[in-house]
Nanobody, 124 residues
Framework: QVQLVESGGGSVQAGGSLRLSCAAS????????MAWFRQAPGKEREGVAA????????YVPDSVKGRFTISQDSANNTLYLRMNSLKPEDTAMYYC?????????????????WGQGTQVTVSS
């Protein structure tokens, strides 16, 4: 059973930075997708970054490109999301998720495992 625990959220002023962490355990899949999603009250869940096993690389949508970076520390089974130049509209609960195999970022229903989320609040 895969378990995901996010941390690193908090309150920051606009223009600031945060780094979210996702500690993964029980994850033994050779081919997988790991991603960060966010959801603000009253809004749909939105994928903000994905990392794919093997040589499939990373993907960041245009909405956060240039500000958000996803990375992985394989030795420690930890996924990161570095967020720079934060804006008030980035305020949301941020979730880490894992899919078995390749899953597109716009299909959150294909991600089987989810963490409990970490809150990010950006004030103007």
């Amino acid at each position: 059973q895969v378990q995901l625990v996010e941390s690193g959220g908090g309150s920051v002023q606009a223009g600031g930075s945060l780094r979210l962490s996702c500690a993964a355990s029980g994850h033994t899949y050779n081919t997988y997708s790991m991603a960060w999603f966010r959801q603000a009250p009253g809004k749909e869940r939105e994928g903000v970054a994905a990392l794919y096993s093997g040589a499939s690389g990373t993907y960041v949508p245009d909405s956060v490109k240039g500000r958000f970076t996803i990375s992985q520390d394989s030795a420690n089974n930890t996924l990161y999301l570095r967020m720079n130049s934060l804006k008030p509209e980035d305020t949301a609960m941020y979730y880490c998720a894992v899919a078995v195999g390749w899953a597109p970022l716009n299909r959150h229903d294909e991600f089987k495992y989810w963490g409990q989320g970490t809150q990010v609040t950006v004030s103007s």
